[in-house]
């Protein structure tokens, strides 16, 4: 019997970190997302600055959330170091971003 052979679906690149910025600060953030080559960079550097609280909320001194990434309504996403949230928030653009689409949609 012939079997067709299928390609199997190539799986999304997943970011792990590997550069060495541990101090967070704004200019860290900002080499951070140039790096990961984070798209539309001042839009989320804006959008970092609104849900963190310009990075002053429990959220991001606690858990070291940028984002409002979150399991549920009450459930923040935790993470070691802000910068495993940028990567998580690099990982959610590969994943989602749709090109030609207009990014504040």
């Known amino acids: 019997m012939f079997k067709e052979q299928v ?13 060495k910025i541990e101090v967070f600060s704004e200019a860290n953030l900002v080499r951070y997302m140039e790096i990961l080559e984070i798209e539309y960079p001042d839009i989320v550097l804006a959008q970092a600055r609104l849900e963190s609280g310009n ?7 606690k858990h070291n959330a940028l984002f409002g990434f979150q399991t549920s309504n009450t459930n923040v996403l935790k993470y070691k170091s802000w910068k495993e949230s940028v990567i998580n928030y690099k990982n959610w653009q590969m994943c989602r971003l749709k090109e030609g689409e207009n990014y504040y949609d």
Do not use: H
Not at 10 to 15: C, D, F, L, Q, V
Not at 55 to 61: C, G, Q, V
């Open 55 to 61: 990075f002053t909320s429990n959220r991001f001194i």
């Open 7 to 19: 390609p199997e679906l190539a799986k999304p690149t997943i970011i792990i970190d590997t550069v």
